[in-house]
């Protein structure tokens, strides 16, 4: 299995940025489809990225789209989510999570087998 720890999350005005990372250990990480997911107060979680094994396919949430981007590194087991133009919409516990299902991810959170802890991201207006 694998162990997922993010970080990066905190506190932003709207029109900030702020890059969150989530370090992998244990079975190999570029096995694994990786993707991002977020929820707010009072709301389901929701899907905002994914990325495939090699880093080659990317999709994104109409919410994220031109404004998000995901990137992994394989060598360094760690995946990551620039949030640029951040509004207030944003503020959300941020998780990431692993899949070896697919070779692209999905954008269902159920087709994911591991998680992380969550961290915070709160945008101010």
């Known amino acids: 299995q694998v162990q997922l720890v993010e970080s990066g999350g905190g506190l932003v005005q709207a029109g900030g940025s702020l890059r969150l990372s989530c370090a992998a250990s244990g079975r190999t990480f570029s096995s694994y489809a990786m993707g991002w997911f977020r929820q707010a107060p009072g709301k389901e979680r929701e899907f905002v990225a994914v990325?495939?094994?090699?880093?080659?396919?990317?999709r994104y949430a109409d919410s994220a789209k031109g404004r998000f981007t995901i990137s992994r590194d394989n060598a360094k087991n760690t995946l990551y989510l620039q949030m640029n133009s951040l509004k207030p919409e944003d503020t959300a516990v941020y998780y990431c999570?692993?899949?070896?299902?697919?070779?692209?991810?999905?954008?269902?959170?159920?087709?994911?087998?591991?998680w992380g802890q969550g961290t915070q991201v709160t945008v101010s207006s």
């Open positions: 999570a692993a899949t070896n299902r697919h070779y692209s991810g999905s954008s269902y959170d159920y087709e994911y087998d591991y």
């Open positions: 990325i495939g094994r090699s880093g080659s396919i990317l």
